[in-house]
């Protein structure tokens, strides 16, 4: 069984930044493509960014040029940096890895 543990959201103000960081267990960690979602109140969760091995990458246009994702496969830990935040970035994020394993989510809002 793997488990996900997601940590760095948070609130902060329009055009800031904010690093979240999810923790795998499992030897099996470093094979698993690794992906963020988030689910806005009211609407379906969406893929964010997805990251196989440690060099193809995936995001979605919105936020594209903002947010990066990567992995630290020695520490079974993958990160999502997010830059120039906007207020409809607001929504609770969630780890996944391999599409089959979820974290507990992390809320980030974003708000003046």
């Known amino acids: 069984q793997v488990q996900l543990v997601e940590s760095g959201g948070g609130l902060v103000q329009p055009g800031g930044s904010l690093k979240l960081s999810c923790v795998g267990s499992?030897?099996?960690?470093?094979?698993?493509?690794m992906g963020w979602y988030r689910q806005a109140p009211g609407k379906q969760r969406e893929l964010v960014a997805r990251i196989k091995s440690t060099v193809f990458t995936e995001y979605a246009e919105s936020v594209k040029g903002r947010f990066a994702i990567s992995r630290l496969t020695t520490e079974n830990t993958a990160y999502l940096e997010m830059n120039r935040l906007k207020p409809e970035d607001t929504a609770v994020y969630y780890c996944?890895?391999?599409?089959?394993?979820w974290g507990q989510g992390t809320q980030v809002t974003v708000s003046s």
């Open positions: 499992g030897t099996a960690f470093r094979f698993y493509t």
């Open positions: 996944n890895a391999d599409e089959n394993y």
